[in-house]
């Protein structure tokens, strides 16, 4: 029998005693950890690690043929887009899962990622271009299903909001959406320097229903906490959570929160992405 596996203060013989939403959780919490190794060894330059060589030459694909040289294809729709450098990645539309037309905030149905920026086509015939420093804001609404009986999966939706007001929702209308990792990390690479020098200055940052001040605390809600009558902070299951030291409990949802992880980072609560979907 294998170590018993310790998760989210329960105990497991192995993975595949979990349940299937538990099990889901826990593997994604384990692909983020290996990712944040991944990124601070890159930060340390491997020094003090043993480096690895590269292969001389990488293998290449076996199925397909010859692959063109240059740039990305993208769908002949996409091909005016001139302006945000060369593609990076396409997401068509998922078959089965198109709507017929859009209501309130558009919902992108085919989407071109660029080295600067990203385009989309909606419910028309217009290509929108968003360049990444004109995004303010992203919102995570992700859900996780499945039980005993049924399969896992999940649902992604994320609200893209520009600094203008202008909102997109990208969700599993386009094939591949996933996590959203290069749009993020593409966005908040602009975003955080500026929010972390304003934030370490001594002014309120809002992130929606969270504010937080480097000395004072945060208001959630509308509510004060002082950093020192926090017990802990934590997200979990789709919920940004504080436990004070009296034992009170407060909560906002996270799909409430723009940016939630530059807020976590500002204040230093270690967030992984499996926590940021609730579960269905």
């Known amino acids: 029998m294998g170590t018993p596996i310790h998760f989210k203060g329960l105990v497991y013989d192995s ?5 299937p939403n538990i099990r889901a959780a826990y593997e994604q919490s384990q692909r983020d950890k290996a990712r944040n190794k991944q990124v601070q060894s890159e930060v340390r330059g491997d020094e003090g690690h043993e ?11 076996a199925w397909g043929g010859p692959r063109p040289k240059g740039p990305m294809p993208v769908p002949a729709e996409f091909e005016a887009v001139t302006s945000l450098g060369p593609a990076t990645g396409v997401h068509p539309e998922a078959p089965g899962i198109g709507l017929p037309f859009d209501i309130g905030t558009p919902v992108a149905r085919v989407l071109v990622r660029y080295r600067e920026g990203f385009a989309y086509r ?3 015939k217009d290509i929108h271009t968003w360049r990444w420093e004109e995004v303010a804001g992203i919102q995570t609404n992700n859900s996780y299903h499945g039980g005993v009986r049924s399969p896992s999966y999940t649902q992604h939706e994320y609200t893209l909001t520009k600094h203008s007001g202008e909102k997109v929702i ?9 996590e959203l990792d ?19 200055a001594g002014e309120d940052l809002t992130f929606g229903p969270v504010t937080i001040h480097h000395q004072k605390g945060l208001h959630m809600d509308g509510k004060p906490y002082a950093w020192d009558g926090i017990q802990n902070m934590e997200v979990e299951r789709g919920r940004f959570k504080i436990t004070l030291k009296d034992g009170q409990h407060h909560e906002v949802r996270v799909s409430a929160i723009p940016n939630i992880e530059l807020l976590c980072r500002l204040i230093g609560l270690n967030l992984f992405s499996s926590e940021l979907g609730s579960y269905g």
């Not at 993975?15 to 349940?19: D, H, I, L, R, S």
């Not at 969700?171 to 959406?177: A, F, Q």
């Open 51 to 61: 480096q690895v060589e590269p292969a001389a030459e990488p293998f290449q694909r």
């Open 182 to 200: 290069p749009i993020k990390r593409a966005v908040f690479a602009l975003l955080e320097p500026a929010l972390a020098q304003r934030y370490r």
């Open 122 to 124: 909606a419910g028309g």
């Open 15 to 19: 993975v595949e005693a979990m349940p």
């Open 170 to 178: 990208l969700n599993d209308t386009l094939k591949g959406i996933g």
